[in-house]
């Protein structure tokens, strides 16, 4: 071929071209990534999933017991993460050398909380007032990415073998387990002000706002999620790491300080008063962040008594009535409408420590802190599909149905589309938006499964 025609040919399969493992049918100009100035999307991100487990070297935590030795297991999980060469450039840039074993999960990139597009970042939910600190006030936001390593890629490959058209096994079949080994990571980073701890926190820049200059973000909060075979109860392993300062090494990662490990939910273990630490045997707690974290001395800090409810794990951003796996253990497809993300309290006189009585807390308790293994359902009696443990999978599925209705991806729906959550549900055969909504409003509130 001549080269004129070897140009031609290339121009016109330009427009086709969509990046490795996303949807030809969903124009870039609509991703929240879309770069105007480049004119595409910039994000260095894989997404190019492998079909089967590249062969590599055991992972570090392989051979530690989560259990007996679970800071050596953090440390070593976070070592994996660092060999890889992950960094922060001076502009703000979350770099990692081309070819590095991590891969971001698709369709996250549409809606009012969609990637940013200099960092990929998506918006978390925002923490309340005196979360984060005995005086934080509330109103600051959390973004955050996270990855999951080849054996978490080869999983979501097999989801979205056609990135248009994503399959899950039968609702009657054994339900979607990722391999073994998957591992995922996710940095969280928050224009909070006023917290100690991050005092010479690293920074991120990420455009949070369309309408504004893009902002500086600190790093807060590390969280890591291990398909572990020993986690026999289960199946996953989830820990938190928060940045504390002062700056102590030129890695990024130096300062992370491991809050706690986690492999169960220990179910039915409650104390009768809500602000209280029940004897919680499945998260181990680093307790020297007590009065950085939670509640140091008695009395003190009373919004937030725990980590995670009544001591199990959690981390700074998160919801303290919930837990890692708690919350995690309930994503499925679609979502159960009686048992929602976290438990929804009475706010009480104290603040968020609700007037319940035992009974409540107990009941709380057996609904929302079960053990589910991964591929299960927490609750079966509702027909769905679990997605093992796997938040980003559901937010990429709800946030590929928004953009199907909103007709923003086009031709035939997605299967999965007929099973959404009922506000993104799509019956029709193919995407379209309908011409009412056209004129009068263009847009579905947005609300994907937030922390
Ligand atoms: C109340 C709900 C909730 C709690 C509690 C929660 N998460 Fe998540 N998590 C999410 C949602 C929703 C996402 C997907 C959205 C995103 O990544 O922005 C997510 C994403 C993740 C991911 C990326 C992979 C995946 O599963 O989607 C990891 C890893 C993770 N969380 C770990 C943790 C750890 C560790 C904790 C506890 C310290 C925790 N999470 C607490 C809701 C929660």
């Known amino acids: 071929m001549n080269g004129f025609f070897a140009k031609l040919v290339l121009l016109a399969a330009l427009p086709l071209a969509a990046q490795a493992g996303t949807c030809s049918r969903f124009d870039a100009k609509n991703s929240t990534a879309y770069d105007p100035a480049a004119k595409k999307i910039t994000l260095p991100w894989r997404t190019d999933y ?16 989560f259990k007996t030795s679970w800071r050596r297991y953090t440390d070593a999980v976070l070592k994996d993460v660092r060999d890889s060469g992950i960094n922060i450039d001076s502009a703000g840039k979350i770099r990692m050398p081309a070819g590095s074993p991590w891969w971001i999960a698709p369709w996250m990139d549409y809606g009012s909380n969609g990637r940013e597009r200099i960092n990929g970042l998506t918006k978390e939910r925002s923490p309340d007032p005196l979360d ?22 080869v999983g979501l490959g097999k989801v979205f073998a056609d990135p248009c058209d994503p399959v899950l096994p039968a609702r009657d079949a054994a339900g979607l387990k990722f391999p073994d080994k998957t591992v995922s990571f996710k940095m969280l980073f928050s224009n909070a002000t006023g917290l100690d701890y991050l005092d010479g926190a690293p920074t991120v820049l990420a455009k949070i706002d369309k309408n504004s200059r893009a902002k500086r973000l600190k790093l807060l909060q590390v969280d890591i999620a291990i398909r572990d075979p020993d986690a026999d109860e289960t199946d996953w392993v989830m820990g938190t790491f928060i940045w504390k300062g002062p700056a102590r090494g030129d890695g990024f990662l130096d300062n992370l300080v491991p809050v706690g490990l986690m492999w169960g939910n220990d179910p039915n273990v409650h104390d009768a008063t809500w602000g209280a630490w029940a004897p919680i045997k499945q998260s181990r707690i680093n307790k020297d962040l007590a009065g950085v974290l939670w509640q140091g001395a008695p009395g003190s800090w009373l919004h937030r008594p725990f980590p995670g409810f009544q001591g199990r794990l959690n981390g700074p951003a998160d919801n303290m009535r919930s837990s890692c796996l708690s919350c995690h253990a309930l994503a499925q497809w679609p979502r159960n409408p009686t048992l929602g993300i976290v438990p929804i309290y009475p706010v009480g006189p104290n603040g968020p420590q609700p007037p319940l009585s035992e009974a409540d807390i107990e009941k709380n308790v057996s609904d929302y802190f079960r053990n589910t293994r991964g591929g299960d359902l927490v609750d079966p009696t509702f027909p769905a599909r679990p997605l093992d443990y796997s938040m980003q999978l559901e937010a990429g599925l709800t946030r590929m149905c928004q953009a199907c209705k909103e007709g923003k991806l086009t031709g035939p729906t997605p299967k999965l589309c007929a099973e959404a959550p009922t506000r993104y549900r799509v019956t029709a055969p193919a995407c379209d938006l309908p011409l009412l909504r056209r004129v009068f409003m263009n847009r579905i509130e947005d609300d994907p499964p937030r922390q």
Do not use: R
């Open 132 to 153: 984060l600190s005995p005086t934080s006030p509330g109103g600051f936001d959390v973004w955050a990415i996270g990855w999951y390593n080849s054996e978490g890629a």
């Open 50 to 65: 492998p079909a089967s487990i590249p062969s590599h070297p055991a992972y570090s935590w392989e051979s530690i017991s």
